[in-house]
């Protein structure tokens, strides 16, 4: 009913390092090509944790926006913009913040998970609390029904979908809606409603999944429906009220196995990071100094890969052939292990090369990078402006 949408956030922390890549960027640029996609900056989620350095926040936001445009994302495809500089957020996250049980986000794993991990900060804060109800007001305002999120923020959707469904619930059912959905059924002409009502039937008492989706096609067909009508018979097929907010979904990004310089996974915090546009001399050197199977103290020690974190970055960067000559060489000590991580190192900086390319014109001319927010500041506060005038005339607070 509305169209699909994809909508991801990502909090500010500076310069984007291959893991992100690989891990979540790849599969954005992906994306751009399929859905209408939305991507920004969390700056106010950063907040949650780092409220004592904004600057520190605004600062990451330019750097990694640039990574972002490195990577491929295109403005000319995804819209891009900075949360705080759509404040119909905030707006939404304090409606919402009226009606959410204390209960339902103090149960968050993430929320206590992460209160211990940072526990030298004092994060007993309103804000902190608030965390994925901010990220359901995000998700929510959009009506995006995608979210491409790693495995860990799986919770913050499915609690996404709980607010949608509780705010739909308390405001979806207008007065007299039954009334005006019989009047809306009546409008489809004779011969679909006849079709409408047998389908939501079998729907409603024989719990037939597949007649809901054969109603909606029913609807996208009926062209000249008013919106509201649209919404109140796709309420009135599945028992529901009116939906105003979508119940969004998440999108699995499957986990991305990029190993650090150490062989641990790849993360700022562990100092094991080549970032998007490293220099190339700093990458040929992080790799050529990388620890590899330790047991292969001399060059005719033999070795074995799976003992090896370079043999971890040859199954991301290397082919069938290359890896098969690893594996030879290694076990045979017929290689040595400078020998084994040219092709890593050659890999990487081919895979880098374009985005230093990209994010060339951005370092340049930073004003680009400003405009291309502004732009998409602008493009997504026109939707948000949108769901929140029907959120607040669902709540009947439109003072009209
Ligand atoms: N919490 C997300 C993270 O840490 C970032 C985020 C904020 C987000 N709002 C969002 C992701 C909305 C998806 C949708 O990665
Ligand atoms: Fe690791 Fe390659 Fe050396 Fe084997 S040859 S130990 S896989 S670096």
């Not at 006849?194 to 389908?199: A, M, T």
Request: charged content about 25%.
């Amino acid at each position: 009913m509305y169209a699909e949408r994809v909508l991801s956030g990502m909090r500010p922390t500076g310069s984007l390092h291959l893991g992100h890549y690989h891990g979540v960027l790849k599969n954005w640029v992906q994306l751009q090509y399929e859905y209408p996609c939305l991507f920004f900056v969390a700056d106010w989620h950063a907040l949650t944790t780092q409220y004592d350095d904004p600057q520190g926040i605004v600062d990451s936001t330019w750097e990694m926006v640039v990574d972002w445009l490195a990577a491929g994302v295109d403005p000319a495809r995804a819209t891009l913009f900075i949360q705080s500089q759509v404040p119909e957020h905030a707006e939404l996250h304090l409606l919402l913040s009226m009606m959410v049980p204390l209960g339902w986000l103090e149960r968050v794993p993430t929320y206590k998970d992460q209160q211990e991990k940072l526990e030298n900060k004092d994060l007993s804060t309103y804000g902190f609390l608030g965390y994925p109800l901010l990220q359901s007001a995000d998700i929510l305002i959009y009506r995006a029904d995608k979210v491409p999120v790693g495995e860990d923020q799986v919770p913050h959707i499915e609690f996404s979908r709980e607010v949608a469904r509780r705010f739909n619930h308390l405001y979806g059912r207008e007065p007299g809606f039954a009334d005006k959905a019989r009047e809306a059924v009546k409008k489809l002409g004779s011969k679909r409603a006849r079709r409408y009502e047998e389908l939501r039937m079998r729907f409603q008492q024989q719990g037939e999944q597949a007649a809901v989706g054969q109603a909606h096609a029913l609807l996208d067909e009926a062209h000249d429906l008013s919106h509201a009508d649209r919404e109140r018979l796709c309420g009135y097929l599945e028992g529901t009220g009116k939906m105003i907010l979508v119940e969004p979904g998440a999108l699995l990004t499957e986990a991305s196995r990029m190993p650090g310089v150490d062989g641990q996974k790849m993360s700022k915090s562990y100092g094991n990071t080549i970032t998007l546009r490293e220099d190339a001399t700093s990458v040929t050197q992080k790799i050529r100094r990388m620890p590899t199977d330790p047991a292969r103290i001399r060059r005719t020690d033999v070795g074995d890969p799976d003992k090896c974190p370079v043999w971890q970055l040859h199954q991301v960067y290397s082919d069938a052939a290359c890896q098969a000559w690893v594996q030879q060489g290694c076990r045979s000590a017929g290689i040595g292990c400078l020998d084994c991580k040219q092709p890593v190192i050659d890999a990487i900086l081919r895979e880098q090369a374009p985005m230093r390319e990209r994010a060339q014109p951005f370092l340049d001319d930073p004003q680009l990078v400003r405009s291309i927010i502004a732009d998409g500041n602008s493009k997504a506060r026109h939707l948000a402006r949108e769901t929140m005038r029907d959120v607040r005339q669902a709540m009947g607070m439109d003072y009209r």
